[in-house]
C-alpha cells in the first residue's frame, strides 16, 4: 500500500514538473538581466535570449549551452542562472539545478521564484524537510505565486498530511494556476481523490 501511495505521490510531482519549464521562460524573461559585476552585458542578453528560444523550441542541451556560455562571461547574470538550473532539472540533474538555484539565491536571497524551483528540486530528491524550507520561504515572500501552493500540495501528500495537502490545493486554485491549465486539471483532480470521491 505505502508502495502504490508513494507512486501515485512522485507522478503527483512530475506532473507538476511542467510548471517548472513555464515558469523559467516566465522568470528569466522578467528577471533582471543585469549584474553588478561587469561582463558584456550586450553579449550576455543574447546568450540570454538565445537559451530561452533554445527552450521554447524543446532543445536543452543547447539551451543549457547557452547559459552556461552567458554565465562564463557574467557568473552572478540571476535569469541564466535560474534558467540553467531550469534545464539541469528537467536533464534529470537534480544535484546540478540545485547548485544553480543555491547561487542564483546567493545573488537575489529573497528571489521567492528561485526558493520555490530549489524546493521542487529538493522534492524531486525526496529531501522534503529542506523542500519545505524553500516552499515556505517562497509564499512568505510572494503569497501570490501560485507554483507554490502545488508544490506544498504534492509534499503534504507525499507526507501523508491529508489536510495540509486539500489546503495547499485548493489555495493553488484560488491563487490562480493560469500559467498551466494542465496544473490546475492535475490539482483538481488529486483534491477529488484526497477528499475520497
Not at 504534492?154 to 490562480?176: M, N
Amino acid at each position: 500500500m505505502c508502495r502504490k501511495g508513494k507512486s501515485h505521490s512522485r507522478g503527483v510531482w512530475q506532473r507538476a514538473g511542467l510548471m517548472l519549464l513555464l515558469l523559467a521562460i516566465v522568470t528569466g524573461c522578467s528577471k533582471e538581466a543585469t549584474s553588478e559585476t561587469g561582463g558584456d552585458a550586450q553579449s550576455v542578453e543574447a546568450l540570454f535570449q538565445q537559451g530561452n528560444a533554445y527552450i521554447q523550441q524543446g532543445d536543452l542541451e543547447k539551451a543549457a549551452a547557452a547559459f552556461e556560455a552567458a554565465l562564463k562571461r557574467q557568473p552572478h547574470h540571476l535569469g541564466s542562472l535560474s534558467n540553467l538550473g531550469v534545464v539541469y532539472y528537467q536533464q534529470g540533474r537534480l544535484e546540478e539545478a540545485a547548485a544553480k538555484f543555491e547561487a542564483g539565491l546567493r545573488v537575489a536571497p529573497n528571489d521567492a521564484q528561485l526558493h520555490y524551483l530549489l524546493g521542487a528540486t529538493r522534492l524531486q530528491q525526496n529531501r522534503l524537510e529542506e523542500a519545505e524550507k524553500s516552499f515556505l520561504r517562497a509564499r512568505d515572500l510572494q503569497p501570490d505565486l501560485p507554483e507554490v501552493y502545488y508544490g506544498l500540495g504534492a509534499l503534504y501528500r507525499l507526507q501523508g498530511k491529508k489536510q495540509e495537502a486539500i489546503e495547499a490545493f485548493e489555495h493553488f486554485l484560488e491563487v490562480g494556476p493560469a500559467q498551466d491549465p494542465q496544473a490546475e486539471t492535475e490539482a483538481r483532480r488529486e483534491l477529488r481523490e484526497l477528499r475520497g470521491y
